[in-house]
């Protein structure tokens, strides 16, 4: 029986995203919630003012609640509470309509249209085009007042971006979901038109205008850090330990790289290994075909050693990724379902290779671990799940995701699938450990960025001399972590808690099952790492795998 606090809180979150999904209309068609595909995010003064009192009305109104929610509302209340305050005092603290060009760019906006199950697609895609024009001479108005505190990583990546996204939205006529609705969008063209050349303009301005003077500082600094840590991921943890985490795990990675590097080649030469490694690689024409052979081969093993529930329904196809994603994904990514989505269709992307440098990040080896990584067990059948189990779809879970849990999940997968043997190769291992070695790597890069003064330019570095990364692919990383601080932690924390919690089951239940421990760690969703444990398997659960991991720091 659902209590008067319960219900109370029920309504509180109805009425409070019904009003916030107009400040965040791509979110809303994200998580299959109708009425705001016609819409781009709104930025002006009176509503970034009326969002900040929507999200402090948010916390008194939950904050008078008290007591009284069972285990799931108040995972609930902690997530939709932690969001506000992130986004309050982001917005009080540093304005990102002066900062950050990438955020005004609506060609995702564009796109999730063409890749969602939308109503009213036609309405809403030529609403969305026709607004277009406006909503870049305003963004053009903001930036003018303080280039000085753009950041130049953040212009480069928005001029990229809107140059390939104009290209993008000129090829949307020859798109099958256009097609199919030719008739009810015969009034496309001139929107369209109008749309792609007002990103062309825009990255006119911002190259030549703007680009003299933007030499702004990317870094969030160690309160957001920690702010981000708290309230976005569940971790109190201090900067420092999660920081000698990250080293301790790239030491010991390191070592063990070099160990198995010998074991192969019998040397230490890691670079020659990748080398030689990354000749063995399929045509470029070939690789769509390939990633989904390996793909399906993937989903039969995990069925066949039943280690975790397969999802159903559930389509996972394989294409190029789209031409406006590119500088951001140099090699593949994931692109997960709606929930409202009755097939739950999702889409693997694949990047088609530039050289044949990046072709060889294609080798046969890494597409096995990438196939794990972002489709089985991986990304896909976790984030399917949470979309098929009631509790884990509610909207603060699937409006705030942590990566301790979807990448420290696809993390470990890897290793899962090398201990059952799907990653069978004698190289699988150097090429397990490489990957752990990158992912150690940016837990302290992503704590040095943001807190301690690191360059971007020592991190690409730093990232050519250990992982023998080119310069551009260490920039598109770099880029993504400038831009996302506390998610490239996510990866190797979650990995190494999900371990944790692993290891002490296996010790304490006589009845261990693989596959049950697998379940009920996916059955809340996409939430922070520390509240699925604790929610799985118990408070002291979460507290011993902390020890574990941080030395007692969390």
């Known amino acids: ?41 709104p930025y002006s003064d009176d509503d970034i ?30 997530l939709a509470c932690g969001a506000a305050r992130i986004d309050v005092e982001a917005l009080l603290e540093r304005d990102w309509r002066f900062r950050d060009p990438t955020r005004y760019l609506p060609v995702n906006a564009v796109y999730q249209l063409l890749a969602r199950p939308v109503p009213d697609f036609s309405d809403s895609l030529t609403a969305r085009l026709a607004a277009i024009p406006e909503h870049l001479r305003g963004a053009r108005q903001f930036l003018a007042l303080q280039p000085e505190q753009i950041p130049a990583l953040w212009l480069e990546a928005a001029v990229t971006e809107a ?82 985490f990250g080293a301790r795990l790239f030491e010991q990675t390191h070592a063990e790289l070099g160990e198995a ?19 063995d690689h399929p045509h470029a024409d070939a690789l769509i075909n390939d990633y989904t052979q390996v793909m399906e081969q993937a989903r039969c093993f995990v069925a066949e050693h039943d280690l975790v529930s397969i999802p159903a329904p559930e389509r996972l196809q394989v294409i190029d990724t789209p031409v406006f994603m590119r500088h951001q994904i140099p090699f593949a990514a994931y692109m997960e379902p709606t929930p409202d989505d009755p097939a739950q269709r999702a889409w693997y992307f694949v990047t088609p290779p530039g050289s044949e440098e990046m072709l060889g990040e294609h080798n046969r080896a890494s597409i096995m671990h990438t196939c794990v990584h972002e489709a089985w067990p991986g990304h896909h059948l976790q984030f399917v799940t949470a ?34 043997g799907f990653l069978d190769r004698p190289e699988q291992r150097f090429v397990l450990l490489k990957d752990r070695l990158w992912r ?115």
């Open 1 to 41: 029986m659902t209590t008067d606090a319960e219900t109370e809180f029920d309504a509180i979150l109805e009425q409070y995203y019904r009003a916030w999904f107009r400040f965040y209309p791509e979110a809303a068609v994200e998580a299959g919630v109708a009425g705001f595909g016609d819409q781009l995010a």
């Open 387 to 420: 979309n098929g189990t009631p509790a884990a779809r509610t909207l603060p879970r699937l409006l705030n995701p942590s990566a301790t849990l979807y990448e420290g999940w696809a993390l470990y997968c890897e290793q899962l699938m090398h201990e059952q």
């Open 261 to 279: 590097c010998r074991e192969l080649t019998g040397n230490g030469d890691v670079g020659a290994l990748t080398t030689k490694l990354q000749q």
């Open 49 to 78: 003012g009326a969002l900040i009192t929507l999200n402090q009305q948010l916390l008194d109104a939950i904050g008078e609640l008290g007591d009284g929610l069972d285990a799931d509302r108040a995972i609930d209340r902690q």
């Open 440 to 554: 150690a790597m940016r837990i302290m890069i992503d704590v040095e960025l943001h807190s301690r003064g690191l360059s971007v330019d020592e991190a690409a570095q730093r990232m050519g001399r250990h992982l023998g990364f080119p310069r551009a692919q260490a920039m598109a990383d770099l880029t993504w972590y400038s831009q996302s601080p506390t998610v490239p932690m996510g990866y190797a924390t979650g990995w190494a808690l999900i371990n944790a919690v692993r290891r002490r089951q296996q010790d304490t239940q006589a009845e261990f099952s693989l596959k049950g421990f697998h379940d009920q760690l996916l059955g809340s969703g996409s939430i922070p790492l520390p509240l699925a444990i604790a929610r799985g398997f118990g408070p002291q659960a979460w507290q011993q795998a902390a020890t574990a991991v941080f030395d007692g720091a969390a």
């Open 163 to 244: 140059r390939a996204g104009a290209g993008f939205l000129r090829s949307i006529p020859k798109h099958p979901k256009v097609r199919r609705e030719a008739r009810r969008l015969r009034g496309l063209g001139e929107p369209l038109r109008a749309a792609a050349e007002a990103l062309d303009a825009y990255a006119g301005f911002l190259h030549q205008d703007l680009r003299p003077e933007a030499h702004g500082d990317f870094a969030c600094g160690a309160e957001h850090f920690r702010r981000l840590l708290r309230y976005r991921h569940a971790l109190d943890v201090e900067l420092d330990d999660l920081y000698d």
